[in-house]
């Protein structure tokens, strides 16, 4: 008789901190898997009971009551089928990254977590002690061994599940999205797979956490590095394969093997999931949009839309005497594509009314980007007092590129709760604006063509102030994502001047930056916790 184990793979939504929830959604899930998929063990994210990552709510003695009961709680109701569940394991003054296998009101393996992540958005060795054992189980004949993340991006882990006994794998992942995480995953595991010869099942969460997105695609790959299932992106679901093991070895079979998406309609997903699980998850009834005319306000307004339902979102138009006539029917036009609640509120008396306030400390000075950045900070002031009134949390509208070069107003454009296209920058705004019109008009044409304008003063364009995109954004993703020094950049056929103006002009709005709202994480860097530039600095590039 062959041996065999049938494997549900939990590609899960799980909220940090919300124990309670997360522990209803494990049940549901694999009581689910037990009697719909008739599967023997169902497969979890990384420390799918209190979400992650947690960070510093590990250090609160309410969660490590919350983790430790809800883990018994699991244990205790579900029976007839094996859990691999993640937690945050408390042991004296450590805590580990662990995982155990709960089977019928039983512990039947245990692990912790060996390799902590330390780089980019990881902050492990800040909470947890690494493990050192290996942790192999018998289930259906087949012996499993488990990982946890991090440890299948090096040998150590897996090579000692292996010699251990272990026939296959599980490994537990909260790995989160960026442009290629799905190809590099599967890299790694490829890797790993060669070096042991034996089968993996991967198993990563999916949904929104503050600035991080985790995009699923969960898969399983055999022996020979060829992957045999992989779950949809950006999806929950359970999806079941089954291990058969033999003489030569254990075969995973079944599952659908999901296509992956090209790499704008991933990003585009990611926005979406992330803004939705954003907004959802801290109960706000909608969101509240300042819709330009322009292309960032213009996708912003799509990304919420596909987010959380048109009837949640509420858009406002705030004319001033430099607002074009076509932004004003651009908007409107827009608003009434979506169906979404559009209000217009002229700025002009209330900048006027400011103005005059100040003339008695001002005097009669030449207008410059002062009342500039007045007429943005009208339009923030009225656009947070919706947000108050309503309970809608506002949307900012700034990307990438504008962010990095401080094209943006504190207190004004920047204000809000949550900046969706924060890490997409201006050229990658209109590649997805474009790929939104694939899926139905959303975006007037004009908006995409049209050369880009803040419309705070007469005839103004973006490329009076910055370079042209086209060279702004290569440089940017050169020096925040690649880390090149000027000379390196200036390698790559940028002129110097230009690439030393717009290295100065990061370094001097980290201090903007510090103060602006979280956003979707889509690059390998963006600005948020995997950046870390100091606000008051005294490196000068070298001219």
């Known amino acids: 008789m062959t041996d065999a184990v049938k494997v549900a793979l939990a590609q899960v939504d799980l909220v940090v ?13 694999a009581q689910r898997a037990r009697d719909a998929d008739k599967a023997d063990i169902v497969v979890f994210p990384e420390l799918a009971v209190c979400g992650y990552p947690p960070e510093d709510l590990l250090f609160h003695a309410g969660l490590r009551h919350d983790v430790e ?4 709680k699991i244990r205790d109701e579900v029976f007839g089928i094996a859990i691999v569940l993640g937690f945050p394991e408390y042991d004296d003054e450590q805590i580990y990254n662990a995982c155990a296998v709960l089977h019928d009101g039983h512990v039947i393996a245990h692990y912790r977590k060996h390799l902590l992540p330390n780089y980019s958005v990881f902050d492990e060795e800040r909470y947890f002690t690494a493990g050192k054992e290996a942790a192999v189980f018998k289930l259906g004949g087949i012996r499993l061994g488990i990982t946890i993340c991090e440890d299948i991006w090096a040998p150590g882990p897996i090579a000692r599940a292996h010699t251990a006994g272990a026939e296959c794998v599980l490994v537990i992942n909260g790995s989160p999205f960026e442009i290629e995480s799905q ?12 070096e042991v010869g034996i089968p993996v099942v991967y198993v990563n969460h999916v949904g929104g956490q503050d600035e991080l997105v985790f995009d699923g695609g969960s898969f399983v790959m055999d022996a020979d590095g060829q992957i045999t299932s992989r779950a949809r992106s950006f999806e929950e679901g359970l999806q079941t394969i089954m291990l058969e093991g033999d003489a030569r070895g254990v075969v995973p079979k079944g599952g659908r093997i999901a296509q992956p998406k090209d790499d704008i309609a991933r990003i585009y997903k990611a926005l979406v999931l992330g803004t939705r699980d954003y907004v959802m998850n801290h109960g706000f009834p909608g969101v509240v949009i300042g819709l330009s005319g322009g292309i960032d306000s213009a996708l912003v307004l799509a990304v919420a839309c596909d987010a959380i339902g048109a009837d949640k979102v509420r858009a406002v138009q705030m004319p001033f005497r430099y607002t074009s006539t076509m932004s004003q029917e651009d908007s409107a036009r827009q608003a009434d594509t979506f169906g979404v ?16 306030q100040l003339h008695p400390v001002l005097g009669d000075t030449e207008p410059d980007a002062t009342e500039e950045n007045i007429q943005a900070r009208c339009r923030g002031l009225l656009l947070m007092a919706i947000s108050n009134k309503t309970g809608r949390m506002l949307l900012t509208t700034g ?14 454009d920047m204000a809000g709760g949550f900046a969706p296209i924060k890490d997409c920058s201006k050229t990658l705004v209109y590649a997805l604006a474009r790929y939104r019109n694939t899926l139905g008009d959303a975006i007037p044409e004009r908006v995409i063509t049209r050369p880009p304008s803040a419309e705070l003063r007469p005839d103004q364009k973006d490329t009076d102030s910055l370079p042209d995109y086209d060279i702004l954004d290569p440089i940017l993703e050169a020096f925040i994502e690649e880390d090149l020094s000027v000379a390196e950049i200036t390698d790559r056929g940028f002129d110097r001047a230009v690439v030393i103006r717009v290295l100065e002009m990061v370094k001097r709005n980290e201090y903007k930056r510090r103060q602006a709202p979280p956003g979707v994480r889509i690059s390998r860097r963006a600005f948020g916790r995997d950046w870390r530039y100091p606000i008051t600095s005294g490196y000068k590039f070298p001219t």
């Not at 901190?17 to 899930?29: C, L, M, P, Q, S």
């Not at 990307?399 to 004004?412: F, I």
Request: no cysteine; glycine share 6%; net charge neutral.
């Open 69 to 72: 009961a809800a883990v018994a």
């Open 17 to 29: 901190g919300d124990v309670a929830g997360n522990t209803a959604k494990i049940i549901e899930h």
């Open 399 to 412: 990307n990438k590129s504008e962010m990095a070069v401080g094209y943006a107003t504190l207190y004004g």
């Open 341 to 356: 609640s559009y209000d217009v509120i002229p700025i002009e008396p209330m900048y006027e009314a400011t103005i005059k």
């Open 183 to 194: 190809q590099k995953r599967e890299n790694a595991v490829r890797q790993r797979v060669a």
